[in-house]
């Protein structure tokens, strides 16, 4: 069934999405390129590429995750996802997916808060 292939990768994907930023809420990256670098600790160098720098936009029109490493990712819309959800026979197993999948759009829009938030502070605090 292809939709197991696809929610496997789908939803542990995104599920990680909230774990992999963890430290770019008390490391502030440089906000814009007009404010210009601003310190950080540990230094952005000391990152692993795979952080999380950017989320940009929202569930419904779907986000798109910049990593430090430059790659991104664009994960389906929520419609999306939970239409793939509603793909299983079993009326628990559409159930199960789709509160991981709703859990993981709120994860994704949680850490897209806290990286605003990171970047608003002043360098040095966090």
């Known amino acids: ?16 999405v909230p774990l992999l930023a963890v430290p770019l809420v ?8 007009g ?10 160098d000391d990152l692993p590429g795979e952080t999380i720098v950017a989320v940009e936009g929202d569930a419904a029109f779907g986000f798109t995750v910049r990593r430090l490493d430059g790659s991104t990712e664009h994960p389906p819309t929520l419609s999306e996802s939970v239409a793939e ?22 994860g994704l829009a949680d850490v897209q808060r806290s990286l605003r938030w990171a970047f608003a502070q002043p360098p040095g605090r966090g």
């Open 1 to 16: 069934m292809p939709l197991l292939v696809r929610r496997a990768t789908l939803v542990p994907a995104l599920l990680a």
């Open 35 to 44: 404010d210009g670098p601003r310190p950080a600790s540990p230094r952005a």
């Open 26 to 33: 008390s490391v502030p990256l440089a906000a814009n390129a």
């Open 85 to 106: 959800c509603h793909e299983y026979d079993d009326p628990t197993q559409v159930a199960v997916c789709v509160a991981e999948v709703e859990t993981s759009f709120a």
